[in-house]
């Protein structure tokens, strides 16, 4: 971990955009990615947990660990998703947090970086069925900040939890802002 801190380290003196954050979160737990707007949202997130000292996993389409990206992506914390089949993912990492094994997994709750209506609600259901606490990670072109905001516990109540969850990312932008969406869940109605 002491190599991928300072991997940080120097990308965040070196990078035009300036990383910010709340205490990180500890134990098991969702980091939302928000809003995921362009690939650089990857290398971003990346920078943010090595800087506050995690290892994080992130969900990425089965295409990106096909040949020798495979092995690479594996290595960073990659898990393969078959979005046209993604059953049991869910499951999966429900299991993961329930083993008591310390992860963080990265979410991004669009799914996908543009062209989408709404939010996925993988990431609510994941964090209420294992109990774990959801944080709200974020890069900001605007501003050029990138970091961790508040770790907040879901109540079960969809149109509150998401009432948080947008007030926060009310005034971040992405990357590339016209691609941007707003936190909006489907069972919201």
């Known amino acids: 971990m002491r190599i991928l801190r300072l991997i940080a380290d120097v990308f965040w003196s070196v990078s035009r955009w300036n990383f910010r954050s709340e205490p990180a979160p500890k134990g098991s737990g969702i980091l939302l990615a928000g809003p995921h707007t362009s690939n650089w949202d990857f290398v971003l997130m990346l920078a943010i947990a090595w800087k506050c000292g995690f290892r994080p996993y992130f969900?990425?389409?089965?295409?990106?660990?096909?040949?020798?990206?495979?092995?690479?992506?594996r290595a960073l914390g990659g898990i393969a998703v078959d979005r046209k089949?993604?059953?049991?993912?869910?499951?999966?990492?429900?299991?993961?947090?329930?083993?008591?094994?310390?992860?963080?997994?990265?979410?991004t709750p669009e799914g996908t970086r543009g062209g989408v209506e709404r939010w996925k609600s993988g990431f609510y259901r994941i964090a209420m069925e294992g109990d774990l606490p959801v944080t709200l990670g974020y890069c900001d072109s605007k501003t050029m900040t990138a970091g961790l905001g508040p770790t907040i516990r879901l109540t079960g109540d969809v149109k509150a939890d998401m009432d948080v969850m947008r007030a926060f990312y009310a005034d971040k932008w992405g990357v590339?802002?016209?691609?941007?969406?707003?936190?909006?869940?489907?069972?919201?109605?």
Do not use: H, S, T
């Not at 096909?66 to 690479?72: D, I």
């Open 59 to 73: 969900l990425g389409k089965k295409e990106l660990f096909r040949g020798p990206a495979g092995p690479f992506m």
């Open 85 to 107: 089949n993604p059953v049991g993912v869910v499951d999966d990492l429900i299991a993961r947090a329930k083993a008591g094994d310390d992860f963080q997994v990265v979410i």
């Open 176 to 189: 590339r802002p016209e691609r941007r969406v707003m936190p909006r869940l489907a069972e919201e109605g």
